[in-house]
């Protein structure tokens, strides 16, 4: 098992940033697959970013076209964590932010491809 705890959403204001932090726990983190996803009132749940290692300093990193450019996902594995660098935010990006993870080195964009869901963490952003 793999248990997540996403921290650090709040309130920001339109051209702002926010930081997300995932913690997991239970497994061999470096060898997981992360992701965050996001669900806005009234929406399905969306990716936006994920990440995987391959070894050493290499890192594979995928994007939603409507994050790219201004959402940055990064893990550090000495420390089990995973971050979302949000800059540049818009109204649209308010939802709840997921920190996900699942087995394997593929990159998915599809919620029901990962095993592992935290809790969430609200981001807010104020036209």
């Known amino acids: 098992q793999v248990q997540l705890v996403e921290s650090g959403g709040g309130l920001v204001q339109a051209g702002g940033s926010l930081r997300l932090s995932c913690v997991a726990s239970?497994?061999?983190?470096?060898?997981?697959?992360m992701s965050w996803f996001r669900q806005a009132p009234g929406k399905e749940r969306e990716f936006a970013a994920a990440?995987?290692?391959?070894?050493?300093?290499?890192?594979?990193?995928s994007y939603a076209d409507s994050v790219k450019g201004r959402f940055t996902i990064s893990r550090d594995n000495a420390k089990n964590t995973v971050y979302l660098q949000m800059n540049s935010l818009k109204p649209e990006d308010t939802a709840v932010y997921y920190c996900?993870?699942?087995?394997?080195?593929?990159?998915?964009?599809?919620?029901?491809?990962?095993?592992?869901w935290g809790q969430g963490t609200q981001a807010t952003v104020s036209s």
């Open positions: 990440i995987t290692w391959g070894g050493g300093s290499i890192y594979y990193t």
């Open positions: 996900v993870a699942r087995r394997g080195a593929i990159l998915e964009v599809t919620p029901g491809k990962y095993d592992y």
């Open positions: 239970g497994r061999t983190f470096s060898s997981l697959a």
